[in-house]
T-cell receptor, first 115, second 111 residues
Framework: GAVVSQHPSWVICKSGTSVKIECRSLDFQATTMFWYRQFPKQSLMLMATSNEGSKATYEQGVEKDKFLINHASLTLSTLTVTSAHPEDSSFYIC???????????FGPGTRLTVT | DAKTTQPTSMDCAEGRAANLPCNHSTISGNEYVYWYRQIHSQGPQYIIHGLKNNETNEMASLIITEDRKSSTLILPHATLRDTAVYYCIVTGGQAGTALIFGKGTTLSVSS
């Protein structure tokens, strides 16, 4: 099966610091990866689409300078939350699309808590 | 915005079939119906997808009406581990197409 991992699985950081979250497709190459955010008792909200070798496409209302996305290889995309604030505390989930197939495979998520 | 409408919650007895409905009356000809589920505090899991024919895999069956305006996900023998939020998503199905999640249906399976 297709496996997507995220690291770290949870992180606590102080307000004003930056946090990097990694998303890896372990057994397939992913030209496109996606980043989502999920607040408690809410659904997933798409933040951005990450394409290997090019700039990410951000959804309306998502600050690109605050949520830096890098997709440097076909198996790795990173999301950096810069100058994190308590309101950025959330569950961040990535997904990767395998080739031109229809299935997206999701990572297990990263729980970010900003104190 | 999500293009689908699902009931907020459903209950099912363990061992019985769970039938989860989804309305997608504005679906266009090249859009697929996808089903994912999310167990608490985990990433969503792909279940099944279809265009217009009924589909079946090891997890579930997907029944799409002839006019494609609605569909039903069937879990033939629900278990306690099937308790999750189930999302019905309509999307173009092309590579690089993001999934837009609605509120989904919370399925509770009880013994």
């Amino acid at each position: 099966g297709a496996v997507v991992s995220q690291h770290p699985s949870w992180v606590i950081c102080k307000s004003g610091t930056s946090v990097k979250i990694e998303c890896r497709s372990l057994d397939f190459q992913a030209t496109t990866m996606f980043w989502y955010r999920q607040f408690p008792k809410q659904s997933l909200m798409l933040m951005a689409t990450s394409n290997e070798g090019s700039k990410a496409t951000y959804e309306q209302g998502v600050e690109k300078d605050k949520f830096l996305i890098n997709h440097a290889s076909l198996t790795l995309s990173t999301l950096t939350v810069t100058s994190a604030h308590p309101e950025d505390s959330s569950f961040y989930i990535c997904s990767a699309e395998r080739g031109t197939g229809h299935e997206q495979y999701f990572g297990p998520g990263t729980r970010l808590t900003v104190t | 915005d999500a293009k689908t409408t699902q009931p907020t919650s459903m209950d099912c007895a363990e061992g019985r079939a769970a039938n989860l409905p989804c309305n997608h009356s504005t679906i266009s000809g090249n859009e697929y119906v996808y089903w994912y589920r999310q167990i608490h505090s985990q990433g969503p899991q792909y279940i099944i997808h279809g265009l217009k024919n009924n589909e079946t895999n090891e997890m579930a069956s997907l029944i799409i009406t002839e006019d494609r305006k609605s569909s039903t996900l069937i879990l033939p023998h629900a278990t306690l581990r099937d308790t999750a939020v189930y999302y019905c998503i309509v999307t173009g199905g092309q590579a690089g197409t993001a999934l837009i999640f609605g509120k989904g249906t919370t399925l509770s399976v009880s013994s």
